[in-house]
């Protein structure tokens, strides 16, 4: 008998308009803040956007610098340069001899 009463007693409690009224404002922020598409998870996701804007700025940088290159070797006025390049790599003229020292 006794459980009895405590469980009305609390029943009682949990009906009752302010408990009602502060449960659902503390379920209702709880599901704004950790949901899935809560407060946090919008500030990670917002986080990550800001990154990878930064990762295209780079990579659009790092394009252009690459065009830049294309555009210097196969310029027809610059063939010292294209020599250059060539000559790092391993390349001779046509009437040059290459001797390697070991």
């Known amino acids: 008998m006794r ?3 405590n469980f009305i007693k609390y029943l009682k409690f949990i009906l009752n308009p302010k408990c009602l009224f502060w449960g659902s404002v503390i379920l209702i922020l709880y599901s704004f803040i950790f949901s899935e598409t809560g407060f946090i998870k919008l500030y990670d996701l917002w986080q990550e956007g800001r990154q990878l804007e930064k990762n295209i ?3 659009r940088e790092y394009n252009e610098f690459l065009k830049n290159e294309v555009d210097s070797l196969s ?3 610059n063939l010292s340069r294209l020599e250059l390049e060539a000559r790092k790599n391993g390349m001779a003229a046509p009437d040059e001899i290459v001797i390697r020292v070991r």
């Open 57 to 59: 700025a780079l990579e």
């Open 75 to 77: 310029d027809p006025i």
């Open 3 to 5: 459980i009895h009463f």
